[in-house]
């Protein structure tokens, strides 16, 4: 395996576009890192730039220590799974697995090794004379993995691979590929636009948002200290609630309750005195009272219930409070319903706050002691010489600037 390195990668179509801007990243040898972000945010082509399949317009790209900016993409040891299996249909599944390593010319025994333990791994040894038409989409997506395997590359490239598979199916697969992963001990880039695959595949993920790094860190740095107001909502199921309230001896006011905070975001609020700011809350830490079990605190703020969503084991409200709806997550089954006026209570340890101009976070001190090293990611390996230095995310050039307006 290897580490890849990416230093101030861009990605230009033609002289308007710019899809990848002053992308720099770290990857560890042996590291999951997935790349997460909406649509049109350039992770799979900066995933489609590493792989060879699209131009590099400037930076430099290694692979362990070679630079790989001009290497053809079969000469970079690197095996990629596609969103669409790709699998030839006239082949069966021994065949499929097989064929690259046909045309590299690999001894026959060689190749029978590689494909019968790929399938072993992926417990598909009873499949291996079907045709991809007897198939199904997990089977499929097995396979497209098995032909990626039997490469034993030094990185593992993957493209949305489980986005055509039902909800049941996807929860499978990320299991299965955690598992793969532990058991080749794999360096693997994963992009994905859903963020529970992110939180629960990835050693570390970069969130991305217009061809910019937003954050770089482990999914639970990601979920407890977001960098700016943008991972915080992209961040979490349902999203982090953003009300937007003014400071006021120290506290937040919404409408006419206050909600103090606690510990450095209490003194860093300060210098907000009088202006408004974003307070940030996520759904479940906040509870209702007489309802729920009361969360740390005593901050307390009136609102009326809009949307009631049962869902089972939990229940999802829509809160209408000081005319900005929150959402709020109750374990089990809330009885209320719409129009109620209830009162919900702030867990004064868990809130945020951001910046109504630049959109970064007001500093509630870092997730180092709370987490352990904040950029550093436990890989769950015992490997004598994994590298342990994290990768910090980048702030872009307009970003900066408008931070200092």
């Given at each position: 395996m290897a580490e890849v390195i990416l230093e101030h990668i861009e990605k230009m179509y033609g002289s308007k576009q710019h899809a990848v801007k002053d992308f720099n990243l770290?990857?560890?040898?042996?590291?999951?890192?997935?790349?997460?972000?909406?649509?049109?945010?350039?992770?799979?082509?900066?995933?489609?730039?590493?792989?060879?399949?699209?131009?590099?317009?400037?930076?430099?790209?290694?692979?362990?220590?070679?630079?790989?900016?001009?290497?053809?993409?079969?000469?970079?040891?690197?095996?990629?799974?596609?969103?669409?299996?790709?699998?030839?249909?006239?082949?069966n599944?021994?065949?499929?697995?097989?064929?690259?390593?046909?045309?590299?010319?690999?001894?026959?025994?060689e190749i029978e090794r590689r494909v019968r333990d790929a399938a072993k791994i992926l417990q598909i040894e009873h499949l291996l004379g079907r045709k991809p038409k007897e198939l199904s989409g997990g089977q499929r997506q097995r396979v497209a993995m098995g032909r990626a395997i039997v490469r034993e590359p030094a990185v593992f490239l993957m493209d949305e691979p489980l986005s055509n598979l039902d909800a049941k199916l996807r929860v499978e697969m990320?299991?299965?590929i955690n598992q793969l992963h532990r058991r080749l001990g794999a360096t693997i880039v994963y992009v994905t636009h859903d963020q529970v695959e992110a939180m629960t595949l990835g050693n570390r993920i970069v969130v991305m948002r217009d061809g910019l790094i937003m954050q770089v860190d482990t999914p639970m740095n990601l979920y407890d200290f977001p960098q700016n107001k943008f991972v915080a909502g992209f961040i979490g199921s349902p999203s982090m609630n953003l009300i937007t309230g003014t400071v006021k001896n120290g506290q937040f006011m919404v409408g006419n309750d206050p909600v103090a905070a606690m510990?450095?975001?209490?003194?860093?609020?300060?210098?907000?005195?009088?202006?408004?700011?974003?307070?940030?809350?996520?759904?479940?830490?906040?509870?209702?009272?007489?309802?729920?079990?009361?969360?740390?605190?005593?901050?307390?703020?009136?609102?009326?219930?809009?949307?009631?969503?049962?869902?089972?084991?939990?229940?999802?409200?829509?809160?209408?409070?000081?005319?900005?709806?929150?959402?709020?997550?109750?374990?089990?089954?809330?009885?209320?319903?719409?129009?109620?006026?209830?009162?919900?209570?702030?867990?004064?340890?868990?809130?945020?706050?951001?910046?109504?101009?630049?959109?970064?976070?007001?500093?509630?001190?870092?997730?180092?002691?709370?987490?352990?090293?904040?950029?550093?990611?436990?890989?769950?390996?015992?490997?004598?010489?994994?590298?342990?230095?994290?990768?910090?995310?980048?702030?872009?050039?307009?970003?900066?600037?408008?931070?200092?307006?």
């Amino acid at each position: 395996m290897a580490e890849v390195i990416l230093e101030h990668i861009e990605k230009m179509y033609g002289s308007k576009q710019h899809a990848v801007k002053d992308f720099n990243l770290h990857i560890q040898d042996r590291e999951f890192m997935v790349f997460v972000g909406p649509s049109g945010c350039g992770k799979s082509t900066t995933l489609r730039m590493i792989a060879g399949l699209e131009d590099i317009s400037d930076g430099i790209l290694k692979i362990g220590d070679r630079v790989v900016n001009d290497v053809p993409p079969k000469d970079r040891d690197i095996a990629m799974v596609f969103q669409n299996y790709a699998l030839y249909p006239h082949m069966n599944v021994y065949e499929n697995m097989a064929f690259g390593l046909k045309l590299r010319k690999t001894p026959k025994d060689e190749i029978e090794r590689r494909v019968r333990d790929a399938a072993k791994i992926l417990q598909i040894e009873h499949l291996l004379g079907r045709k991809p038409k007897e198939l199904s989409g997990g089977q499929r997506q097995r396979v497209a993995m098995g032909r990626a395997i039997v490469r034993e590359p030094a990185v593992f490239l993957m493209d949305e691979p489980l986005s055509n598979l039902d909800a049941k199916l996807r929860v499978e697969m990320r299991s299965q590929i955690n598992q793969l992963h532990r058991r080749l001990g794999a360096t693997i880039v994963y992009v994905t636009h859903d963020q529970v695959e992110a939180m629960t595949l990835g050693n570390r993920i970069v969130v991305m948002r217009d061809g910019l790094i937003m954050q770089v860190d482990t999914p639970m740095n990601l979920y407890d200290f977001p960098q700016n107001k943008f991972v915080a909502g992209f961040i979490g199921s349902p999203s982090m609630n953003l009300i937007t309230g003014t400071v006021k001896n120290g506290q937040f006011m919404v409408g006419n309750d206050p909600v103090a905070a606690m510990g450095k975001l209490a003194q860093s609020l300060k210098a907000y005195e009088g202006k408004e700011v974003l307070m940030g809350i996520r759904p479940e830490h906040i509870g209702l009272i007489g309802l729920t079990e009361t969360p740390v605190g005593t901050n307390v703020i009136h609102g009326k219930v809009v949307v009631v969503e049962p869902l089972g084991a939990q229940t999802d409200l829509i809160v209408e409070v000081a005319g900005q709806d929150m959402t709020v997550k109750v374990e089990g089954q809330a009885l209320v319903q719409p129009g109620d006026d209830i009162e919900l209570v702030i867990d004064q340890t868990r809130l945020h706050a951001f910046d109504t101009a630049t959109e970064q976070a007001i500093d509630r001190g870092t997730a180092l002691g709370k987490r352990g090293q904040a950029d550093t990611p436990d890989l769950g390996y015992e490997y004598p010489g994994v590298a342990k230095k994290g990768a910090e995310a980048i702030l872009s050039k307009e970003r900066m600037a408008a931070s200092s307006d």
